[in-house]
Each structure stands twice: as C-alpha cells, then as structure tokens.
C-alpha cells in the first residue's frame, strides 16, 4: 500500500468517523431539547393553573424565577443551536473544489456540473481533506453549543430549586 493510499484511507476514516460525530451531537441535542420543551409546557401549564406569580412571593423569588427563565430560553437556544442545519455559503466557496451538495447547486446548470465532475481537477484526496476540515469545525462548534446548553440548563435548575426555596420560605 502506497503512502498516499494509506493518507487516503486515514483521512477516509476519519472523515467516517467525524460524520458520526455530527449525528451523535444532534441525537444528543435533540433528545435535551424535547425534555427541555416538554417539561417547560409542563411547568408553565401548573404555573398558570395554579394561579401562582413570581411577584407574589417577593423580589428575591421573583429575581431567581426570571433568571431560572432566563437560563431555560438560553438552554433552548443552544440546543437548537446543535441541531440547527449548517452549510458552506456558496459565495465562501466559490472557485474551490467540488466536495459537497452546496458547490453543485453554486454552478450555473448541468452543463457547467458535468464540465466540474469531468475536469478532474477534483483530486480525491483534496476532497476528503476539504470535507474533513469543514466537518470537524462543525462537529466543534455543535459540541461547544452542546456543553453551553448543558451548563445552563444547570444554573436553571439551580435557580428553579432556589426559587421554590424562597417561595416556601416567604
């Protein structure tokens, strides 16, 4: 096996492995975000058939229930964030090589897509690096949201616990 085979084939898998990775984060965000959304139907459904207001038990409850609402749309946020489709705009790509759904739509027709594909100035390798490089950004950046979404959803149910600690002590 030459030594471009096996940088071929290193960078194949990898590129596999990246693409799993971008599942793996949006299955993850995904299932975050439905508890997430369900549970604060939930809360909000007792809260407003229970009649109960965060002005009605004092300012320090009332501070801790905005800023526990505060963390949940946050937490929304960044976990719809994850999920959030991305691509390459096509004018950041444009005279770069063919490697994604984005560069065929960029070209003018058929005619011009044929002519890309029969070039052959799309080097295997260049393509798998091309997509492994953007791939991997991607995979970081869901990861970061994912983790940002995380925490906050922490400091909300901190301050949620909080805030039903002041309610019954008030």
Same mark, same amino acid.
């Given at each position: ?6 940088? +071929?084939?290193? /960078? +194949? ?6 693409? =799993? ?6 299955? $993850?965000? !995904? @299932?975050?975000?439905? &508890?997430?959304?369900? #549970? ?7 809260? #407003? /058939?229970?009649?109960? !207001?965060? &002005? ?10 905005? %800023? !526990? ?10 976990? /719809? ?7 390459? !705009?096509?004018?950041?790509?444009? &005279?770069?090589? *063919?490697?994604?759904? %984005? ?5 003018? &027709?058929? =005619? ?18 091309? +997509? ?5 950004? @991607?995979?970081?950046? $869901?990861? +970061?949201? *994912?983790? *940002? ?10 301050? =949620? =616990?909080?805030? %039903? ?6």
């Amino acid at each position: 096996m030459t030594e471009e085979v096996k940088a +071929q084939t290193t /960078a +194949q898998d990898l590129l596999t492995q990246t693409r =799993a990775e971008v599942a793996l984060a949006d299955n $993850k965000a !995904s @299932i975050l975000l439905a &508890g997430v959304l369900a #549970v604060t139907g939930g809360i909000s459904a007792a809260l #407003v /058939a229970g009649g109960w !207001s965060p &002005g009605l038990a004092g300012r320090v409850t009332e501070i801790l229930f905005w %800023g !526990s609402a505060l963390c949940l749309i946050c937490t929304i946020v960044s976990l /719809a964030l994850v999920v959030y489709p991305r691509q390459v !705009s096509t004018q950041a790509r444009a &005279g770069s090589i *063919l490697a994604y759904f %984005g560069d065929v739509a960029a070209l003018s &027709g058929p =005619a011009a897509l044929r002519a890309a594909i029969v070039d052959g100035a799309n080097d295997r390798m260049d393509v798998i690096t091309d +997509q492994l490089w953007r791939m991997s950004k @991607i995979v970081v950046r $869901k990861y +970061q949201y *994912l983790q *940002l979404g995380m925490r906050l959803l922490a400091a909300c149910f901190t301050l =949620a =616990a909080l805030t %039903g600690l002041a309610t019954a002590l008030s």
